[in-house]
């Protein structure tokens, strides 16, 4: 219909189809027509039929067949509804299991989320050790640099020596004093 319409309206689609391509589509058209209509008279056929037939009776006596199989006797049913219960019974443990896992696991998850506070205010608290023994080297050096102005000596170890001395007489003095 297309092709058709393209054709009788010739001088409006110059620009966009050419000469070939319309040829082209109106050989395709005719070609597609043609094999549709070849599988129409073949879907008619009379092997198509009797193919359709065959089908059809086998499948009723694949039927016929099926309802005739005996039912399964008492002890059969008995042992196909014991075994069951036990797959139902094994798959209810199953997911007790999988709840009790469940639970485990957001406990663990809690703990971890605790844990993790936990450090971080650790974390904190050795930065502020660390701030204050950075502030209190600053104030020992400070301290040892006007003792040893004091004592007019730039030797760490003399100074070492003074206040290890100064401390055990403070130490003698306050077991003298207590004892």
């Known amino acids: ?4 319409m393209v054709e009788s309206k010739r001088e ?9 391509e319309l040829r082209s589509r109106k050989s395709f058209v005719a070609a597609s027509t043609d094999r549709i209509q070849q599988v129409k008279n073949r879907m ?15 499948k ?6 099926a309802q005739s199989i005996p039912k399964l006797n008492q002890q059969d049913e008995e042992f196909v509804e014991y075994n069951n219960m036990k797959a139902q019974a094994l798959l209810k443990q199953q997911d007790q299991t999988l709840d009790e896992l ?8 809690r703990m971890a989320e605790t844990i993790q506070d936990e450090i971080g205010q650790q974390n904190k608290m050795l930065q502020e050790v660390d701030e204050d023994m950075d502030d209190a080297q600053q ?10 102005k004091m004592l007019k000596t730039k030797n760490k170890w003399q100074l070492w020596t003074i206040i290890l001395l100064a401390l055990i007489v403070f130490i003698l003095l ?4 207590n004892f």
């Open 60 to 65: 009723a006596k694949a039927a016929v067949a």
């Open 44 to 58: 008619n056929s009379d092997d198509i039929k009797s193919k359709l037939d065959t089908d059809e009776k086998r």
């Open 1 to 4: 219909m297309t092709v058709r």
């Open 12 to 20: 409006q689609f110059v620009h966009i189809i050419n000469d070939t």
């Open 139 to 148: 104030k020992l050096g400070y301290v040892m640099g006007k003792l040893s």
């Open 102 to 109: 469940d639970h485990a696991v957001v406990r663990v998850g």
């Open 174 to 177: 306050f077991i003298v004093i």
